[in-house]
């Protein structure tokens, strides 16, 4: 059986920190981020590719906003599939470029089953897009826009952020993993849908890409679930002079550290949340770390390594 592998790409590291977002930096992004990669995309290991689109979406909604009465609106989960169709782009292009085309890869639009009675609809936390200055943010809240604040109080748009409950297209990535394809697929947490009378309606939300990736690795059987992000790992007291790198840790370890409020919901929290869900529903083992880490991460060298073996 051959080995298979899903890594989970953060949608703000495709843009350097304090610095705008292009085209240009998230191929550049993709390129050094993948590099480490080239020996593992060219053998036999099945690999599925997931990732964020947190800015991307927000950048798409706007440029919709904008152009309000010059071309026809789009709902949230339609900003979702735009971006899946962005970022898949650069992230296949890249990796046929490392694979010098001797990989099949393909992007899949991918689709992820929420409760419509999921309370997060009336309790928007997803920040999504660009910070806003003072002036701007003001506009949107008068239009009734939500936002949140962070430390430096800049101001982000917050979106709905439902519970993913199953990805509809999990036997397809399956089958694309067993022919040899290396897939990108539920990107940005996916397309968010609700089932109603047997049939799929999208909604206006945001699925967070850290938890989706969890469902649909449980579902596709992985061996192994790689959560890139902006640090090398998971930290206690983090941003603290008592800040402390956790190497290895048990589910229950992580889930009582989360409970403490460690981990962030905006931030580190998914991630965290993530790597226990797949953890304990697999026995498999999970690693969270930074990009250029990712080539040892995979053999556990780097990272904070999430697993049952580790006893609390």
């Known amino acids: ?3 298979r592998l899903v890594v989970s790409l953060g949608g703000n590291a495709f843009a350097r920190e304090n610095e705008d977002m292009t085209m ?3 191929f550049e992004f993709a390129a050094r981020t993948l590099a480490p990669l ?8 099945q ?3 997931t990732h964020g689109n947190g800015p991307q979406v927000g950048y798409i909604l706007t440029r919709v906003e904008e152009a309000l009465g010059k071309a026809y609106s789009l709902p949230l989960e339609v900003c979702v599939a735009e971006s899946e169709g962005e970022i898949g782009y650069v992230l296949q292009q890249t990796i046929h470029n490392l694979t010098k085309g001797q990989r099949p890869v393909t992007t899949l639009l991918t689709q ?3 409760d419509k009675d999921d309370p997060a609809f009336s309790h928007p936390t997803k920040p999504i897009g660009p910070y806003f200055d003072r002036e701007h943010a003001n506009t949107l809240e008068q239009a009734g826009i939500a936002l949140i604040y962070d430390a430096n109080a800049r101001a982000r748009r917050v979106v709905p952020s439902p519970k993913p409950i199953k990805i509809v297209e999990t036997q397809v990535i399956q089958k694309m993993l067993e022919l040899g394809v290396i897939v990108i697929a539920a990107g940005g947490g996916g397309i968010p849908v609700v089932e109603r009378d047997g049939k799929l309606k ?16 449980i579902g596709i059987n992985a061996d192994q679930l790689i959560l890139v992000t902006g640090v090398p790992g998971v930290y206690t007291d983090f941003e603290t002079p008592n800040a402390c790198l956790i190497s290895r840790a048990h589910p229950d370890e992580l889930e009582n550290w989360l409970s403490e409020g460690h981990f962030p919901p905006g931030s580190m ?3 965290v949340e993530a790597a226990i869900q797949y953890v304990r529903t697999t026995g498999k083992r999970a690693v969270i770390c930074q990009p250029s880490d990712l080539a040892d991460a995979i053999l556990s060298q780097a990272g904070t390594i999430v697993e049952l073996e580790h006893h609390v």
């Open 24 to 26: 240009l930096g998230q």
């Open 112 to 114: 992820v089953v929420v």
């Open 202 to 217: 999208g909604v206006e939300a945001v699925v967070d890409k850290d938890l989706a990736t969890a469902v649909l690795a």
């Open 1 to 3: 059986m051959k080995e």
């Open 38 to 45: 080239k020996a593992l995309l060219r053998n036999d290991r």
């Open 47 to 49: 690999l599925l590719v």
């Open 269 to 271: 929290g998914p991630k």
